[in-house]
């Protein structure tokens, strides 16, 4: 049985050698056709845990703002995108080895990082408001009025709180000024009217504001410093900077990035700042 099996396979290696070594007078194979390359996945790095920028849902899923912003403008590029969780304090190395495309993720467009990092324009503005409870303290329309009222903000060394630490001729004339270990804690005291107004990042407030409707109002006025948010890309990678820019261009022309903001806002706060 080997033996013949042997034989067998001799006389179809024959036959194949035979066919392959023809004259040129006899009908050609036809070439293969070649192969389309497919589209190179965009790898996007990020702080998986930012809500409501970039977060692991319930479902084990990476939702967000810039989630979704991602996601149409690959859509527009005809790509497809993919989500990578990085250690976030070594993004730039993350970016410059090529681990990752892009960084997405709430990140400020800074003078430092611009040395590192080619980015986009700005798609939002970075900023702090002041939040109060809804029908409450309408007098409460800037800094300045928070005076006589019990403040809220939160401990840890934020922009924020190093801002009105360093603002003593403000502080010191608040009937209090509270520090908690989290936003939530201070806007569910906000709700109960424990505190009078929560002053924080506009993102984090409008989220929760989102979440919680009809409980607490925003005063549309800056308090402190602000920054801007960009996409950032390898300072040698123009082609896809302009491309994801082109995208963005696009869905702030025709609503699409204020309709993703309304989802995680309730509110279109995608406007920039002349700066």
């Known amino acids: 049985m080997k033996k013949l099996f042997a034989f067998c396979l001799m006389v179809v290696l024959a036959a194949g050698l035979l066919a392959g070594c023809g004259g040129g007078g006899g009908q050609q194979k036809a070439p293969a056709p070649e192969k389309k390359e497919a589209a190179k996945k965009i790898v996007l790095g990020l702080d998986d845990n930012f809500p409501p920028m970039g977060f692991v849902d319930e479902n084990n899923k990476i939702v967000g703002f810039d989630i979704d912003l991602a996601t149409e403008a690959a859509k527009r590029m005809g790509g497809e995108v993919e989500f990578k969780p990085i250690d976030w304090a070594s993004k730039e190395a993350e970016l410059k080895s090529g681990r990752v495309d892009m960084l997405w993720n709430g990140l400020d467009i800074t003078?430092?990082?611009?040395?590192?990092?080619?980015?986009?324009?700005?798609?939002?503005?970075?900023?702090?408001?002041?939040?109060?409870?809804?029908?409450?303290?309408?007098?409460?329309?800037?800094?300045?009025?928070?005076?006589?009222?019990?403040?809220?903000?939160?401990?840890?060394?934020g922009t924020i709180?190093?801002?009105?630490?360093?603002?003593?001729?403000?502080?010191?004339k608040f009937?209090?000024?509270?520090?908690?270990?989290?936003?939530?804690?201070?806007?569910?005291?906000?709700?109960?009217?424990?505190?009078?107004?929560?002053?924080?990042?506009?993102?984090?407030?409008?989220?929760?504001?989102?979440?919680?409707?009809?409980?607490?109002?925003?005063?549309?006025?800056?308090?402190?410093?602000?920054?801007?948010?960009?996409?950032?890309?390898?300072?040698?990678?123009?082609?896809?900077r302009d491309k994801v820019q082109k995208a963005l261009d696009e869905m702030r022309k025709d609503g699409t990035m204020a309709k993703i903001s309304q989802k995680w806002f309730a509110a279109d706060i995608t406007k920039i700042d002349k700066k």
């Open 161 to 172: 709180e190093d801002y009105l630490d360093g603002k003593p001729e403000l502080t010191k």
């Open 175 to 240: 009937k209090e000024f509270k520090k908690y270990q989290d936003y939530i804690s201070a806007f569910m005291d906000l709700e109960n009217g424990r505190i009078d107004a929560v002053v924080c990042d506009e993102i984090i407030g409008r989220y929760y504001m989102s979440k919680h409707p009809n409980k607490i109002e925003a005063v549309d006025v800056t308090v402190g410093p602000s920054a801007q948010f960009g996409v950032g890309f390898r300072k040698d990678d123009k082609a896809l």
């Open 111 to 157: 003078p430092k990082r611009k040395e590192n990092i080619l980015f986009s324009d700005p798609y939002m503005n970075n900023r702090f408001i002041i939040f109060r409870g809804a029908g409450k303290n309408a007098d409460i329309k800037d800094e300045a009025s928070l005076a006589g009222k019990i403040v809220a903000t939160q401990s840890g060394g």
